[in-house]
């Protein structure tokens, strides 16, 4: 019971954090917030998913952790591609 809580949990949290962190690259000095969440939508999703893959909790094809997950890298990819535009 309480593993599937914390998998249920886990997911939003993932989701909110990754919504969070995507909605930071609005503004470049929000972005490192972004990054740190990113962080903290990382670990989320990566408990989310190993609680799918151990437990097998939901049958669908795409858990909430590994959309999570994709929210969560936007800012740091956003970062990157900012770094390697702008570097002489």
Known sequence: MYTR???IVSGWLSVIIGLACTLSIYQ?????????LAI?????????IFLNQKF???????P???IGMLLSSIP??????VILKYRH
């Open 56 to 62: 097998e909790f939901d049958e669908v094809k795409w």
């Open 76 to 81: 740091i990819l956003f970062l990157l591609f």
């Open 5 to 7: 809580l914390l998998y």
């Open 28 to 36: 470049v000095r929000y972005v490192y917030y972004g990054v740190g």
């Open 40 to 48: 903290l939508g990382f670990l989320f999703a990566g408990i989310n």
């Open 64 to 66: 909430k952790g590994y």
